[in-house]
C-alpha cells in the first residue's frame, strides 16, 4: 500500500467556518507533511510533523492548526480563513532518513473559502 | 539554502518522440537527494524518478532516465516514446540527506508538457 488518503477532495467554506481536513497512510512513515499549492506554482511546505512532534512550521498563520493524533494520522483544523487562503491542500509522508525518503502525496483537498 | 532552477515554464514534444526537461539546483552539501514528480491535471504529484547524489549512476525508470551531472549541479530528465499520458507539470525537487532540514523538498517552479498526437 503506498498511497496516502485525502479528504474531503473539495472543500468550501465562509470565513467564519470552522473545518478539518484529513490525512491517513499506512506504509509507516514517520514523517508526515501538509503542503499548500496556488494554481500553477510549486507546492510550498507548510507543517512537518516527525514521530508525531510537530518539527517544522514555516511561519503558518494561526487560522490553520495542524494535528497529529497518531503515526499514520495527520489533520488540519481550519478557522477563520480568508478568500487568499483558497488553494489546493496537499498531504505527504515519508521515511525519516535514509534510502528511500522521497515522498508521497496525497491527492489533495481543493479548499475555496468563499 | 538550496535553490532548485527549472529554465522551461513550458516544453512540448510529438506522441513517441524523446523530450529532456531541464533541472539545475545549488547547493553546498555532499549528501542529498533529487527527484522529478510529476502533476497531471488530476492533482495527485506522483514520483517519477529518484536519484542519490553519491550515486554516480544516472537513474532509469522504464521511459525515464536522468542526466545526472552531480559538478555541474544539473538533473536533467529524458522521456523516451512520450506518451498522451505523459502531459503533466514536472518539479524537479531537492531533499537534504542530513540535519533538520532532511524534511524539506525544495521545488523548482516546474516545466508544463504538451505532448501533440
Known amino acids: 500500500d503506498t498511497e496516502v488518503t485525502q479528504t474531503p477532495k473539495h472543500l468550501v467554506m465562509g470565513m467564519t467556518n470552522k473545518k478539518s481536513l484529513k490525512c491517513e497512510q499506512h506504509?509507516?512513515?514517520?514523517?508526515m507533511y501538509w503542503y499548500k499549492q496556488k494554481a500553477k506554482k510549486p507546492p510550498e511546505l507548510m507543517f512537518v510533523?516527525?514521530?508525531?512532534?510537530?518539527?517544522i512550521n514555516e511561519s503558518v498563520p494561526s487560522r490553520f492548526s495542524p494535528e497529529c493524533p497518531n503515526s499514520s494520522l495527520l489533520n488540519l483544523h481550519l478557522h477563520a480563513l480568508q478568500p487568499e487562503d483558497s488553494a489546493l491542500y496537499l498531504c505527504?509522508?515519508?521515511?525519516?532518513?535514509?534510502?528511500?525518503?522521497?515522498?508521497?502525496f496525497g491527492q489533495g483537498t481543493r479548499l475555496t473559502v468563499v | 539554502a538550496q535553490t532548485v532552477t527549472q529554465s522551461q515554464p513550458e516544453m512540448s514534444v510529438q506522441e513517441a518522440e524523446t523530450v529532456t526537461l531541464s533541472c539545475t539546483y545549488d547547493?553546498?552539501?555532499?549528501?542529498?537527494?533529487l527527484f522529478w514528480y510529476k502533476q497531471p491535471p488530476s492533482r495527485q504529484m506522483i514520483l517519477v524518478i529518484r536519484?542519490?547524489?553519491?550515486?554516480?549512476q544516472n537513474a532509469t525508470e522504464n521511459r525515464f532516465s536522468v542526466n545526472f551531472q552531480k559538478a555541474a549541479k544539473s538533473f536533467s530528465l529524458k522521456i523516451s516514446d512520450s506518451q498522451l499520458g505523459d502531459a503533466a507539470m514536472y518539479f524537479c525537487?531537492?531533499?537534504?540527506?542530513?540535519?533538520?532540514?532532511?524534511?524539506?523538498?525544495?521545488f523548482g517552479k516546474g516545466t508544463l508538457l504538451t505532448v501533440n498526437p
Open positions: 505527504a509522508s515519508s521515511h525519516y532518513r535514509g534510502s528511500g525518503t522521497e515522498a508521497f
Open positions: 506504509m509507516g512513515h514517520r514523517a
Open positions: 510533523y516527525s514521530y508525531e512532534k510537530l518539527s
Open positions: 547547493t553546498s552539501e555532499s549528501d542529498y537527494y
Open positions: 536519484q542519490e547524489a553519491y550515486k554516480q
Open positions: 525537487a531537492y531533499r537534504s540527506g542530513s540535519g533538520g532540514s532532511n524534511y524539506k523538498l525544495t
